[in-house]
C-alpha cells in the first residue's frame, strides 16, 4: 500500500495500531498494512466497525485509579468507626464500597492489529484480542477481498489469477501485471 494510503490509516486509528512502531522481534505491524492499494477502503471500513465496537464497549467504563501509596482503607479505617457495636456493619458496607470503588474498576477494551497484509490473494487481518463479533467482521471482509481488485479496487470481473502469484485482479490490472508493470 502506498505510504500516503497506509499513515491515512494509522492516524485515522491509533489505538488500533498501537504497535506499528514495534520491532519485528515483537509484531509483524512493523512492516506495516502490506497490501495493494484497492483494498485501502475495505480495511478503512473494517478499521472503523472495529474501532467503533471498541469504543461503545468502553462507554461507562471507569479506567483503573493507578494512584501510587494509596490504600483502600487510609482515610477510612479510623476516622469512621464510631462506636463499634452500633455502627460495624454500616461501617464495613462502607468499608467494602469503598474497596471495590478503588480497586475492582474495569480496564479499557481495546483491540490492536498485529498484521494485515495479502495471502493467496486475499486480505489477512490479525489482532490480539477480540471476540466473535470482531472476528465475524474480519471474516466477512477477508471473504469480500476476493471479489475487490487489489490494485484499482473495482468490483467488476475480478478473478483470482493464480499463474505464479496468487492475485485478486479485474482484467486491466492483470495484463499490467503480466507485462511488468505496476498500479501507480
Known amino acids: 500500500m502506498k505510504p500516503e494510503l497506509e499513515k491515512k490509516l494509522f492516524d485515522e486509528y491509533p489505538k488500533l495500531f498501537v504497535q506499528k512502531d514495534l520491532p519485528m522481534s515483537q509484531t509483524c505491524m512493523c512492516w506495516g498494512v502490506d497490501t495493494g492499494d484497492g483494498w485501502y477502503w475495505l480495511i478503512d471500513n473494517l478499521c472503523d466497525a472495529i474501532q467503533k465496537y471498541c469504543d461503545s464497549r468502553n462507554e461507562g467504563v471507569v479506567i483503573r485509579n493507578k494512584e501510587k501509596g494509596r490504600r483502600w482503607w487510609q482515610g477510612y479505617w479510623y476516622g469512621s468507626w464510631q462506636p463499634w457495636k452500633k455502627s460495624f456493619w454500616r461501617a464495613l458496607r462502607n ?12 480496564e479499557e477494551w481495546q483491540i490492536e492489529a498485529v498484521q494485515v497484509k495479502e495471502k493467496f490473494g486475499g486480505l489477512r487481518f490479525y489482532i ?57
Open 128 to 184: 490480539s484480542g477480540g471476540d466473535d463479533e470482531v472476528y465475524g467482521m474480519i471474516s466477512l471482509a477477508e471473504h469480500l477481498s476476493y471479489k475487490i481488485c487489489e490494485w484499482c479496487g473495482t468490483l467488476k470481473e475480478v478473478k483470482v489469477y493464480s499463474e505464479g502469484w496468487t492475485r485478486t485482479l479485474c482484467p486491466n490490472c492483470n495484463k499490467n501485471w503480466k507485462d511488468g508493470k505496476r498500479p501507480e
Open 95 to 106: 468499608l467494602w464500597k469503598r474497596f471495590r470503588e478503588r480497586n475492582l474498576l474495569e
